[in-house]
């Protein structure tokens, strides 16, 4: 999706570089309501950062996007996103997500599908969990 739509995208986002080991998003946080689409790198996303029961509930890398809960349902984070390498994302908010989806609809098939991929592996995870007594 990115090769597709990076001009576009670029005209529309603003990019921001990370050092290995950067907090991106904090759960919790409620503001900027806005997305990332991994340019470079490779990132954690993590429940509980840095608590004793921490969890890395994925891995995602170049091509990947990020934060698209909290845009679109207007809500606090629901996970803190690490990097796990030097990292290159383009953020880009809400306003200008709907302009995106608006001018270049085939992003958000894009995101549709990503989103019922992931649900899939989640649900994939949750059948081989043991029964609970």
Request: net charge positive; charged share 20%.
């Amino acid at each position: 999706m990115l090769n597709m739509n990076l001009k576009h995208l670029m005209n529309l986002s603003t990019a921001k570089k990370f050092p290995k080991n950067s907090v991106i998003i904090s759960e919790g946080d409620s503001q900027p309501y806005s997305m990332y689409f991994l340019l470079s790198g490779s990132v954690r996303v993590v429940k509980n950062y840095g608590g004793y029961n921490q969890v890395v509930v994925a891995t995602l890398n170049k091509g990947d996007f990020f934060g698209e809960m909290s845009l679109f349902l207007l809500k606090p984070r629901s996970a803190t996103v690490v990097t796990a390498d030097e990292t290159v994302v383009l953020e880009i908010t809400q306003l200008n997500v709907y302009e995106l989806i608006e001018k270049n609809p085939q992003v958000l098939y894009h995101i549709l599908k990503v989103l019922c991929t992931r649900i899939d592996n989640l649900n994939d995870r949750v059948r081989s969990l043991p029964p609970r007594h």
